[in-house]
Every structure is written in C-alpha cells, then in structure tokens.
C-alpha cells in the first residue's frame, strides 16, 4: 500500500471497518512512511477531541473536508 491508499482507506481505519487484510498492508505501511502516521495520529486526535473520547460515527461532511485536506496535503508527492 502506499500513502494514497493510506488515505482512501483512513476513515474506515479509524473506524474499525476496514477489511482485516488491508487493515494489516495499511500498517505496515505506517511502520515505515512518518507522513502517514503522523496523519493517521493527527486524524485519531482530532476526532476523540471532536467526539469527547466516544466512539461516535464520523458525520460524512466532516469525513468528506478531512479527505479533501489531506488529498491536497499529499497532491504534491509524484505517483
Ligand atoms: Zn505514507
């Protein structure tokens, strides 16, 4: 997986739906790349701040800006 798919996969990551096998590719993923999980950190706090610690379904406009920022954070890195 690279920090792409990290990113398409991020809100069910958080969520604990992503299916086991990617779940295991996305964080191996992590042990190597900072940026992403610097991120994937980043995004956990931000939603337990945004939640009060509950585990709370992400309302999809706040999942969908999440997205779009972290898409133009990573729109410089070449394919
Ligand atoms: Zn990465």
Redesign the pocket.
Known sequence: M??KG?IRELSNYIDGDLDPGLKTELER??KH?E??TMIVDQTKKSIEILCDSKPVELPSDVRLRLHAALRQKLGREPT
């Open positions: 690279n920090c990290v993923h992590l790349c940026d992403c």
